[in-house]
């Protein structure tokens, strides 16, 4: 029993001091960030910058009112099956980066202009129209990081 | 539905002879009083709040033995209704009220006269009026919009009410079942009908918004009579109808249904599924404000306690602008907006609650604008309440629905020793401290009130 655990150690003592350091410096895979992004990048999970935690935090203030749905320039504007109103700019399509490209036909087709008069009305001040570019933006990194690894994300299947 | 919020942004200093800060039905109330003492009146609000959100209807107090089990209570008039709420609850906004509500049916008069009679009240002398609620329960009410005051279950007769086959939240099976059920619970002399209508023909129907199937009814509202004739069935007296006939005034379609289908039509009143009529009851008001020469301003306000350093400054702080961020990244943090002076004789704070922004708890208890104490049940937030604010069970205590300012009789809000603060400072609406409008049952017909009487007081008159 006590000459296997030294055994063990040794082994691990071998790997931590000359097997991994010799790995880092000879091998060519990525590492660090661009590691991250070779793995989940293609599964649509990018890093979250602290412009996307601002966002994230103005999208939580949203409390469901649905006031903007009742001013949403977009509606008729985009297909009824893949578009159902501003609310859910803060409330579903600002969740889930990994989720985010369901939502291209939305996302790429809104104006984010045209959500100024939702946001007036809005009682907790999410901020529409910054959100709606930044999730035109988000979901370019998004498809751009799936396709740099030439992978296809799953198709869009309405929301 | 194309207009939104009024007026313009704050882009300068205010002067005016009363300046109210909130834009819901009180702040409106205030400021329409003031306009018809011949003020000068500019009216600040952040957005739209609570009132945007309401049901439409302005309801007083309901009966105070109404329960489960017996809907209308005794059935008391509506004054009988506010007296025994002012006796339950002393410091109940009705309670310090109570000498001045000889003037009730003035201040109810002035709001049917400034909406143009699209709002109306039953007679101090007689009952609540009774509706059903999309959400298949009754409601009582002494005021709200014609379009749904007409359905008063009172009316009696044998009620159709309209559904959409293949939408949710339209079930007409589901909510004449709950009205037949109800109206034999509370001894109203009404019967019930489901007329479940394919006016929804298309497969994606289901996804319409409240505004779309509003906007289809008001362009062909005689698809909507086509629909209703099929699925009519004999011995209906009149109807209910979702709320969405129109997407502003609903008296249009209403006509038309009544004139096609040869009975009395009436909507129900707003849910979380179609909020139409309190869009409605706001943009009302805002538009009768504007025609009232009230002054639309939209933007934040601030102060340093009192009515002299009050400040304003521009709705939204760019503070998601991208060009504050490189590559992801925040560079510099944005410029605060500027703010810009309110010179006024009087202010009214017409903030409201929760939603309104007017109360908020951040670790505290704390009134947004001027940093007044907030009162639960005559005590003051020390810094940090005392046992739990709000209560899971069902009827349970709710400390923070009664939250807000306390006010003298001549509404001005009160300091942590009792005084006023300022003596041109008033406040009405859902600010004000001791109204529970879930469990007291007093909602905008108060805020009204409280809203006509603090205008007034802005003016050196009332009290």
Same mark, same amino acid.
């Given at each position: 029993?006590?000459?296997?655990?030294?055994?063990?150690?040794?082994?691990?003592?071998?790997?931590?001091?000359?097997?991994?350091?010799?790995?880092?410096?000879?091998?060519?895979?990525?590492?660090?960030?661009?590691?991250?992004?070779?793995?989940?990048?293609?599964?649509?999970?990018?890093?979250?910058?602290?412009?996307?935690?601002?966002?994230?935090?103005?999208?939580?203030?949203?409390?469901?009112?649905?006031?903007?749905?009742?001013?949403?320039?977009?509606?008729?504007? /985009?297909?009824?099956?893949?578009?159902?109103?501003?609310?859910?700019?803060?409330?579903?399509?600002?969740?889930?980066?990994?989720?985010?490209?369901?939502?291209?036909?939305?996302?790429?087709?809104?104006?984010?202009?045209?959500?100024?008069?939702?946001?007036? /009305?809005?009682?907790?001040?999410?901020?529409? /129209?910054?959100?709606?570019?930044?999730?035109?933006?988000?979901?370019?990194?998004?498809?751009?990081?799936?396709?740099?690894?030439?992978?296809?994300?799953?198709?869009?299947?309405?929301? | 539905?194309?207009?939104?919020?009024?007026?313009? *942004?704050?882009?300068?200093?205010?002067?005016?002879?009363?300046?109210?800060?909130?834009?819901?039905?009180?702040?409106?109330?205030?400021?329409?009083?003031?306009?018809?003492?011949?003020?000068?009146?500019?009216?600040?609000?952040?957005?739209?709040?609570?009132?945007?959100?309401?049901?439409?209807?302005?309801?007083?107090?309901?009966?105070? @033995?109404?329960?489960?089990?017996?809907?209308?209570?005794?059935?008391?008039?509506?004054?009988?209704?506010?007296?025994?709420?002012?006796?339950?609850?002393?410091?109940?906004?009705?309670?310090?009220?109570?000498?001045?509500?000889?003037?009730?049916?003035?201040?109810?008069?002035?709001?049917?006269?400034?909406?143009?009679?699209?709002?109306?009240?039953?007679?101090?002398?007689?009952?609540?009026?009774?509706?059903?609620?999309?959400?298949?329960?009754?409601?009582?009410?002494?005021?709200?919009?014609?379009?749904? =005051?007409?359905?008063?279950?009172?009316?009696?007769?044998?009620?159709?009410?309209?559904?959409?086959?293949?939408?949710?939240?339209?079930?007409?099976?589901? =909510?004449?079942?709950?009205?037949?059920?109800?109206?034999?619970?509370?001894?109203?002399?009404?019967?019930?009908?489901?007329?479940?209508?394919?006016?929804?023909?298309?497969?994606?129907?289901?996804?319409?918004?409240?505004?779309?199937?509003?906007?289809?009814?008001?362009?062909?509202?005689?698809?909507?009579?086509?629909?209703?004739?099929?699925?009519?069935?004999?011995?209906?007296?009149? =109807?209910?109808?979702?709320?969405?006939?129109?997407?502003?005034?609903?008296?249009?379609?209403?006509?038309?249904?009544?004139?096609?289908?040869?009975?009395?039509?009436?909507?129900?009143?707003?849910?979380?599924?179609?909020?139409?009529?309190?869009?409605?009851?706001?943009?009302?008001?805002?538009?009768?404000?504007?025609?009232?020469?009230?002054?639309?301003?939209?933007?934040?306000?601030?102060?340093?306690?009192?009515?002299?350093?009050?400040?304003?400054?521009?709705?939204?702080?760019?503070?998601?602008?991208?060009?504050?961020?490189?590559?992801?990244?925040?560079? *510099?943090?944005?410029?605060?907006?500027?703010?810009?002076?309110?010179?006024?004789?009087?202010?009214?704070?017409?903030?409201?609650?929760?939603?309104?922004?007017?109360?908020?708890?951040?670790?505290? =208890?704390?009134?947004?604008? @001027?940093?007044?104490?907030?009162?639960?049940?005559?005590?003051?937030?020390?810094?940090?309440?005392?046992?739990?604010?709000?209560?899971?069970?069902?009827?349970?205590?709710?400390?923070? @629905?009664?939250?807000?300012?306390?006010?003298?009789?001549?509404?001005?809000?009160?300091?942590?020793?009792?005084?006023?603060?300022?003596?041109?400072? @008033?406040?009405?609406?859902?600010?004000?401290?001791?109204?529970?409008?879930?469990?007291?049952?007093?909602?905008?017909?108060?805020?009204?009130?409280?809203?006509?009487?603090?205008?007034?007081?802005?003016?050196?008159?009332?009290?």
């Amino acid at each position: 029993m006590g000459s296997s655990k030294l055994g063990a150690d040794l082994y691990l003592a071998w790997r931590a001091a000359v097997v991994h350091p010799l790995r880092r410096l000879l091998d060519k895979e990525p590492q660090g960030k661009e590691r991250f992004l070779a793995n989940y990048g293609p599964e649509g999970l990018v890093p979250t910058t602290p412009r996307d935690k601002a966002m994230l935090a103005a999208a939580g203030r949203c409390i469901s009112c649905g006031l903007c749905d009742q001013l949403d320039g977009q509606l008729g504007a /985009v297909a009824r099956g893949e578009y159902q109103g501003a609310s859910l700019l803060p409330r579903q399509y600002a969740r889930s980066s990994v989720e985010l490209h369901r939502a291209k036909a939305a996302i790429e087709a809104i104006d984010p202009a045209a959500y100024r008069a939702g946001e007036a /009305v809005c009682p907790t001040r999410v901020p529409l /129209v910054a959100i709606a570019a930044w999730l035109q933006e988000r979901l370019a990194r998004v498809l751009s990081f799936a396709a740099d690894e030439g992978r296809r994300l799953p198709p869009s299947t309405g929301c | 539905m194309s207009v939104g919020l009024r007026g313009r *942004a704050v882009e300068g200093s205010i002067r005016a002879d009363v300046v109210v800060i909130g834009g819901g039905i009180a702040g409106a109330a205030a400021a329409l009083a003031a306009r018809r003492k011949g003020r000068q009146v500019a009216l600040v609000r952040r957005a739209w709040g609570a009132t945007a959100l309401s049901a439409g209807l302005l309801d007083l107090a309901p009966d105070p @033995f109404a329960s489960p089990a017996q809907p209308l209570g005794e059935r008391r008039d509506v004054r009988g209704c506010i007296r025994a709420l002012a006796l339950r609850s002393p410091r109940h906004p009705w309670s310090l009220l109570a000498e001045r509500l000889e003037r009730l049916p003035a201040l109810l008069g002035r709001a049917a006269e400034e909406s143009g009679g699209r709002l109306r009240f039953t007679p101090l002398e007689a009952e609540n009026r009774c509706v059903l609620t999309p959400l298949g329960t009754l409601k009582t009410s002494a005021g709200g919009q014609d379009a749904v =005051l007409r359905g008063d279950l009172h009316h009696g007769g044998r009620i159709g009410v309209v559904g959409f086959a293949r939408h949710p939240a339209w079930d007409a099976e589901l =909510l004449a079942a709950s009205l037949a059920e109800l109206a034999t619970v509370a001894g109203l002399r009404c019967g019930a009908a489901a007329v479940p209508t394919d006016y929804l023909d298309r497969i994606d129907d289901y996804a319409l918004r409240p505004l779309q199937l509003a906007a289809r009814i008001e362009k062909d509202p005689d698809r909507l009579v086509q629909s209703i004739r099929r699925a009519l069935p004999p011995g209906v007296d009149r =109807l209910l109808l979702p709320p969405l006939l129109g997407t502003d005034d609903p008296a249009p379609v209403l006509a038309h249904l009544e004139a096609a289908l040869g009975l009395p039509c009436a909507e129900l009143p707003a849910a979380s599924t179609a909020p139409l009529p309190g869009l409605r009851l706001q943009r009302l008001l805002e538009a009768r404000l504007e025609a009232a020469g009230v002054q639309l301003l939209h933007g934040e306000a601030t102060s340093d306690g009192d009515v002299a350093g009050l400040r304003v400054t521009a709705p939204l702080a760019p503070i998601l602008d991208p060009s504050h961020f490189d590559e992801g990244r925040a560079t *510099a943090e944005p410029p605060p907006p500027p703010s810009h002076r309110v010179e006024a004789v009087a202010v009214v704070l017409a903030t409201g609650r929760y939603v309104g922004g007017g109360i908020r708890r951040n670790g505290r =208890l704390r009134e947004s604008v @001027f940093d007044l104490p907030v009162a639960i049940d005559g005590g003051i937030d020390p810094g940090s309440w005392p046992g739990s604010l709000t209560s899971v069970e069902k009827g349970g205590e709710q400390p923070a @629905f009664r939250a807000g300012v306390a006010v003298d009789r001549q509404l001005r809000p009160l300091d942590r020793d009792g005084t006023p603060r300022d003596t041109r400072l @008033f406040a009405c609406g859902s600010v004000l401290a001791g109204n529970d409008p879930a469990r007291d049952g007093a909602g905008l017909g108060l805020s009204w009130c409280t809203g006509w009487l603090a205008g007034e007081a802005a003016c050196g008159e009332g009290g």
